[in-house]
């Protein structure tokens, strides 16, 4: 092999699994004990991040000689809204009006069903991919030189809306469908910056001066602005203050995805850095650890170790409960996804592939 790696770097597969640690550090700090200005500064960002991260590697999905309208339509209904099912009853006790709570599909109800309110990103992300496949074909159908442009304008009207539409305390909207616009803001965005990304991941001081600006805004954004710096809930329509969110939203995701770049080398392989991959950015692995180990961590391991006869320093328990939680759900989601893999919105010819990973 010469001096350039033959397999590309899989700088977003990397990004997602700093996503994924971000989420159960949070957890943990919460779990602990207050919203500190550290959870503050994980929350800002990490939702946005892996609506960006999805972005970045999305592909049209309804082609001439490809699947139909349908059939698209159809495959992204199992994997998300039944697996969002499954999982909301898994977790609820089961009654009709907890049923219709689920349906509803909104951060607000699923507290009212009692069940896991993490699961909203689900129908979210069902919504986001619907608004992306049709914002494609309505650029295309644009008489635009730069198809860049109409999309752009697309994220623009959609982060609009997302932020512009009252909020509704009590119930929230059906199937988060405000956050839902605000994700595919995010995830067209990314696509947008896919050919930047494979410019910029070549060249490793651009990588490094990137990453130094991006640290230094984030910051600013962040931990600079102290006690007026909120806690950011994207599916609830609190953020905040509204340059500042968007501020911190993408400062944050770039240097999550320029820390990606420099850590897996990108400049050292050849051909295209940001894989052709068949997917949306959502995987088992993400799904498993929104609902496995946020009720592992906040019912099972905080408890434990609040027991232990020894008060050890909270940044240690911290610490214990990120990676104890960290290891044992990763058992819990290959075993899943082994046995029961349409639990992680797996079917069919999917399944021999999860088998023999």
Request: net charge positive.
């Amino acid at each position: 092999m010469g001096k350039k790696d033959k397999q590309p770097a899989n700088f977003i597969g990397l990004s997602n699994k700093l996503t994924m640690i971000i989420v159960i550090l949070a957890t943990a700090l919460e779990s602990m004990g207050g919203a500190t200005l550290f959870i503050k500064c994980l929350y800002s960002f990490f939702m946005p991040l892996m609506f960006l991260n999805a972005g970045i590697i999305i592909h049209r999905n309804i082609v001439p000689g490809s699947v139909s309208p349908r059939e698209f339509i159809r495959g992204l209904f199992r994997t998300f809204i039944i697996t969002y099912f499954l999982w909301a009853l898994i977790y609820s006790i089961f009654s009709y009006k907890n049923l219709l709570w689920i349906i509803y599909g909104s951060k607000e109800a699923l507290i009212h069903a009692g069940t896991l309110d993490i699961l909203w990103f689900l129908p979210c992300m069902f919504i986001a991919r619907l608004l992306n496949e049709a914002v494609f074909h309505v650029v295309d159908a644009l008489p635009l030189n730069n198809k860049k442009i109409g999309c752009g304008v697309f994220i623009v009207i959609f982060f609009a809306i997302g932020v512009l539409l009252p909020k509704l305390p009590t119930y929230g909207y059906p199937w988060c469908i405000n956050a839902g616009f605000i994700a595919s803001g995010f995830m067209l965005l990314g696509r947008l910056l896919r050919d930047v990304f494979e410019i910029i991941a070549k060249k490793p001081l651009a990588v490094i001066i990137g990453l130094i600006v991006f640290i230094a805004v984030f910051l600013f954004g962040t931990v600079f602005r102290a006690d007026s710096l909120v806690l950011m809930h994207m599916e609830t329509s609190d953020f905040g203050n509204i340059p500042w969110f968007f501020i911190n939203a993408l400062s944050g995701s770039m240097m999550i995805l320029f820390s990606a770049m420099l850590l897996t080398r990108c400049w050292k392989c050849d051909g295209a850095v940001i894989r052709p991959e068949d997917e949306t950015g959502y995987n088992k692995t993400i799904l498993g650890t929104f609902v496995i180990h946020r009720p592992l961590l906040q019912q099972v391991v905080t408890p434990l170790l609040l027991l232990l006869p020894v008060q050890f320093p909270k940044f240690v328990l911290v610490l214990a409960g990120f990676v104890i939680t960290k290891i044992i759900s990763g058992w819990i989601i290959k075993m899943l996804a082994k046995t029961i893999p349409q639990l992680f919105g797996i079917y069919n010819a999917e399944i021999n592939s999860v088998k023999e990973a």
